[in-house]
């Protein structure tokens, strides 16, 4: 069965940097598309950002555009967020997900939490 | 304002049958299959049920999915305390190129 592990959340002030990783396991992980979805406290579900399986396709939230950069290294099962200029409203639990068939997400990780703040 | 909108609340007794519903207003979804996610308090959100009517293993046959029109239901029957959760729909979004969510409903157990 595979897994996703998130790390690399933490605490950091409004308009610093932090990038945020995703270990992946138990799944051949060059084969699928990868996503991060966000959740604020108390909120909902957001996506933020994809990028398929080659690096040569990535999709942004109109929220995070020109700040986040998604990116992925197959070699090592890993995929990773890094924010610039991060906000308060960036504050969230940030998850790692699989997509499936171009549609939906089988797997998510327990989440990294990213709190902006001064 | 979410193109997928659910009610933000729903509930029920033990035993009871449950449906939660999600409407699209938009066009950018189009005909794109709906999938349903459950998060139980303090935990991921876990796929429920996919492509409006079909359960990934290990999901119990108590769930069910339904697509009428430009709308999708998720049935929860027997329902369990077990089942205290959220629940959110989801759509690609092709101009996105991403999916949406709805707002989620939560689900109480009386």
């Known amino acids: 069965e595979g897994q996703l592990v998130e790390s690399g959340g933490r605490l950091v002030q409004p308009g610093r940097s932090l990038r945020i990783s995703c270990a992946a396991s138990g799944f051949t992980f060059d084969d699928y598309a990868m996503h991060w979805v966000r959740q604020a406290p108390g909120k909902g579900l957001e996506w933020v950002s994809s990028?398929?399986?080659?690096?040569?396709?990535?999709g942004y939230a109109d929220s995070v555009k020109g700040r986040f950069t998604i990116s992925r290294d197959n070699a090592k099962n890993s995929l990773y967020l890094q924010m610039n200029s991060l906000r308060p409203e960036d504050t969230a639990l940030y998850y790692c997900?699989?997509?499936?068939?171009?549609?939906?997400?089988?797997?998510w990780g327990q989440g990294a939490l990213v709190t902006v703040s001064a | 304002q979410s193109v997928l909108t659910q009610p933000p609340s729903a509930s029920g007794t033990p035993g009871q049958t449950v449906t939660i519903s999600c409407s699209r207003s938009?066009?950018?979804?189009?005909?794109?299959?709906v999938h349903w996610y459950q998060q139980l308090p303090g935990t991921a959100p876990k796929l429920l049920i996919y492509s409006y009517n079909q359960r990934p293993s290990g999901v119990p046959d108590r769930f069910s999915g339904s697509k009428s029109g430009t709308s999708a239901s998720l049935a929860i029957s027997g329902l369990q305390s077990a089942d205290e959760a959220d629940y959110y729909c989801a759509a690609w979004d092709d101009s996105l190129n991403g999916p949406v969510f709805g707002g989620g409903t939560k689900l109480t157990v009386l």
């Open positions: 990028i398929n399986w080659k690096s040569d396709k990535r």
């Open positions: 938009s066009s950018n979804i189009g005909s794109n299959s």
């Open positions: 997900v699989r997509e499936v068939a171009g549609i939906y997400f089988d797997y």
